[in-house]
């Protein structure tokens, strides 16, 4: 089976690639792509050295999946392209994630969505994604009227120029900046461009995707999304409202047995979800379980994932594995 990964020397596109391997998606040729000045440099996959190309010579190739981590720019001119080819695309980028035609998919909640007519299949922003992950088996279970979240958000999430920042101003060292103000020993309330509305977009990628995968389009949501200078996972306080009573037991229950979730929520033993705890795993972190006593049927939690991970690279995996699994992409013979 041929995978190409377009963005593939990049932050998200090098941890598909581990996350392919780790996972043992079968594939028997990889098209890694990248922009000009990384033709012809190759990346190593499964002890293999593999070269890269330009999505011109991907799209010739008829690769079966193609993950597409290279920006929005990128995604709007070639993922369509791939699809109209037969490939099924998984989008990381923000270009589709709000198309009405395009399914927003994660795994654990609406990957039954899919069918074999959607060869463009958009991955959800990183934190979005951890945060539907946990919130899903609540709002059915208890039917989720509002939602207030505040983010703490790794520089990874940025990209590379962002990551490097940050260790360049720990070492006292002049460099290019991703931010307009000092990310170490520093916190930033501006995650990604800010808006007319006075949110970010990044803020704004929580309230709207959120609605689109819970299929609740007039669903109540606020966010505040902080950079902190943290190299990896993203952090999440979610103040939820219910339209229902629930108990504290049933919510712990419900998140423990939660495809995807890792229940972390021991305060007597000072147990929670960190963003070290969460490096390289695949599953959503939930601890600081509590009700908020400010308000009739709400609850506080602390949400953690690994943002390369389940909040990027694995997210499109299990995507791709969904459609294997159900038969919609066949192996070749």
């Known amino acids: ?58 799209l010739e190739r008829a690769p079966s999946v193609a993950l597409f981590s290279a920006g929005a720019a990128t995604s709007l001119e070639w993922a369509p392209r791939f699809a109209q080819a037969g490939t099924f695309v998984i989008d990381n980028s923000s270009a589709w994630r709000m198309d009405p035609g395009v399914k927003l998919i994660v795994p654990e909640i609406n990957a039954h969505l899919l069918g074999p007519d959607d060869r463009l299949v958009a991955n959800p922003n990183c934190s979005t994604i951890q945060m539907v992950v946990a919130l899903a088996p609540l709002h059915r279970a208890f039917g989720i009227s509002r939602l207030v979240i505040s983010t703490y958000q790794s520089v990874t999430g940025t990209g590379v120029k962002a990551v490097r920042q940050l260790e360049q101003e720990e070492r006292g060292i002049e460099g290019e900046k991703a ?18 509305n006075g949110y970010t977009k990044e803020e704004m990628k929580l309230v709207n995707e959120t609605r689109k995968i819970l299929g609740e389009p007039a669903l109540a949501v606020t966010a505040t999304a902080v950079r902190v200078p943290v190299n990896g996972g993203h952090s999440e306080s979610i103040n939820v409202e219910f339209e229902r009573p629930f108990r504290l037991a049933e919510v712990r229950e419900l998140l423990a047995q939660a495809p995807g979730v890792l229940l972390h929520d021991d305060p007597a033993a000072l147990e929670y979800p960190t963003p070290r705890k969460t490096h390289e795993s695949d599953l959503v972190w939930v601890g600081r379980i509590r009700v908020d006593e400010s308000r009739p049927n709400c609850l506080n939690l602390w949400v953690v994932a690994d943002n390369l991970r389940k909040g990027a690279a694995t997210n499109a995996v299990q995507i791709a594995e969904h459609l294997l699994a159900s038969g919609l992409l066949r192996q070749p013979d």
């Open 1 to 58: 089976m041929k995978i190409a990964v377009v963005g593939a020397t990049g932050l998200v596109g090098t941890k598909m690639l581990q996350v392919l391997s780790e996972r043992n998606f079968p594939v028997s040729e990889l098209i890694p792509v990248a922009s000009p000045r990384s033709w012809g440099k190759e990346v190593v996959f499964r002890d293999k050295a593999w070269r890269v190309v330009g999505p011109e010579q991907a």
């Open 179 to 196: 931010y307009p103000s000092p990310i170490y020993r520093n916190c930033l309330p501006h995650c990604d461009v800010f808006l007319d």
